[in-house]
């Protein structure tokens, strides 16, 4: 559920004049090399924290000013002894570890053939004073029209994509210290891959390439991490421009159409700001902005390679007629429009754009007001509570308002039947589609359960579709059943986790084989609106794929207006727990409902797509530790991010389970929600509250030696366990041994042996694994009736 936090603060001594900063972007997209400024240059060097290049021998031109400054060279070695060379070195093992499984070495150290650079810092100034400074340096004119030719069409495809980033850089001048940096390398090793050192991230440096797998496009992060001056003087990111109090009128048009006003209270932290950044799906086309009720500048356009690493947000920018003033509040008035709307068939509709089909920045609490029109034999649910209804003419007009402050606000139209629940103070208003959409008809294959991160753009994937014995089902024969069951959901985490997001939920149908929670409203799969899975009356269905949509996918995004819509996530690489105590709040709502046997059901279904391998034998699970979050879904292994996040994240909780004990740990549950409510939380800070919660004289007090085995590390190991009873009764000494297999030589984790005593009677002997056979010993009075390895699941592995 990560939005890219948009951390700008651009200071502007002057405004921005009309069309200035559309003038500024055309130039950039329309750049190319000036002819009077090629070099045939020796050792050079750019150094940007943790990059360094060295420009040892080749061709080096720089392209035409923009608004006054030079924002681009290329260098090429394509010359008798040319050659260059980058240098990135992680910080730590994980990034090289990363790093490893990409470019097969842990620190990048690369002969280059050429490079074209981005820049808005003082790189020129920095390379022509180099130049200027060593006489076997010289004007090359013979060699300018060569690589203008070769390398312009390329400057203006990488500016296509960074003509906003850039724009936002030179309209802050020369006085703003931190500026963007990217290169963009061609070797012969690696092929073509990109550097980038850009200032308004958490983690200014990265490295990463894009690839083209599976008929997709990745762009896949090689590593990401805080640059070095960063990691020196860590310093809070200032969040501008702070939104708050969002009023939104829209209409949908009969072809689907979404016209939208956006008004919200925008206040800023720098104490000046020229241009706004702002983010919207691409979807939506921003005609028009006021700021205070007056005509703002507005630039928005397409930026394909930033958008892949971005999750398909458009960032567009707004220039006031006046730069804002730190303390001041503004209203701003965003007139935008798009097809977020699709039909899919039969009057089954879904919402694309689920979380930013409005202006955003970054994800943060705000409350919103929401009216809608649209035609009036259509249905259309939203976040909040309804306090508007009414007909005009063709048009229905809904408005709703928020009781508390949420992070989205999601909506969803079709032809919907109604079931409402009201129990223990919370309303479930669930909906379902009158009809089935065309695509669950013919044709056998099985769905593969998947769930779409909030926040992440992806459209529902159609599957195939199903085979059906006629007459095909009926998406309301469940409808009744589904009300009773969210709200039982409901009800049992608010027992746990006390009271949810807001007390309305609405549930509402979205086709594909995912599921989306939203604060105040869940999507769920058309499929889990079904009685039978498709598929069971043929016995192809997987009990666990039944499992999934029949109960784990509508708790799953039940427990997210706890988790995730409650507590959040501070960074991509904590979102993991989000999704993990998400799905393992639904896992124990399974279990509850259905019995242990279904949790284990899911969790070895979990543990074998961890296990399965790719064509290069490796598993899933050694794709990376699951800290990398959406990192981890690459063009080497698409399946990981959902299956380690999913999977492995439901084992880790059921492994700290296995740890606390069942009480201990869900009052480690109810304990993170109190203390985080509304607040961000870490892996770190995650870790520190579970081990306050470990039973007395644990040999892994911090937890430290479990996160980083399970979290911030990979490998599920093979445990056998062998043992032997010597002595009489009452004096009997049973011997085992623990023997730990495929996995690093590092590995460890804590085993439990069970010991069955008598009747009823157990004891557990938790045994630290290790890379040699590990021996226990314990006393008994009589003979243990059995003793057996890790039997109720405490332990991921083979
Ligand atoms: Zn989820």
Redesign the pocket.
Known sequence: MVRKLLALAWLLPFPVHGGAVADIARAVRENSFDRDQCYRVRDLRVVKEDIKIYLTYGYLIFSKPVAGRRTAAVFSTDVEGGDGEVILLPPDRAERRSLAAFADTPNLNEHIRAVVLLFTGDVYDQLIGQIAANPANRKAPEMAPILDEEWSPVLRSLGASYQIRLTLDLLAGPAHADHLFAGMFRSTNLGTFDLIYDPDNIEQIMAGQLATRYNRLFFDVWTSFPSRSARQHPTPLVRDPQLADYRIDATVAPDLTLNAISRLKVTVKAASLAVVPFEIAREMSVTEVRVDGVPAEVLQAESPRLNLAHGGNDLFLVAPAEPLRAGREYEFEFHHSGKVIYEAGDHVYYVGSRGNWYPANGLRFSNFDLTFRFPRDLDLVSVGDTVEDRTEGFTRVVRRRTSAPVRFAGFNLGDFVHAKVERGGFVVDVCANRKLEPSLQPHPSLPQPI?V??GRQRRPVLEPGYTFEPPPPNPLERLQTLAGEVASAMEFMASRFGPPALPHLTVSPIPGTFGQ?FPGLLYLSTLVYLKNMPGTHTGDAPASTELFFQDVLQA??TA?QWW?NRVTAATYRDNWL??AL??YSALLYLEKRRGTHSLEIMLLNYRDSLLAKNEAGQTVDSAGPIVLGTRLESSQEPRAWRTITYGKGSWIMQMLRGRLGDDRFLALLAETMKRYDHKDISTEQFRLLAAEFLPAKSDDPKLQTFFEQWVYGTGIPTMKLSWTVKGTAPNLRLRGTVTQSGVDKDFTATVPVEIVLAKGRTMTQWVRSADVPVTFSVALKAAPLKVSLDPHYALLRK
């Open positions: 769930e991160d909030a929670g799953h995004e997210h995730g989000m999704e998400a799905n």
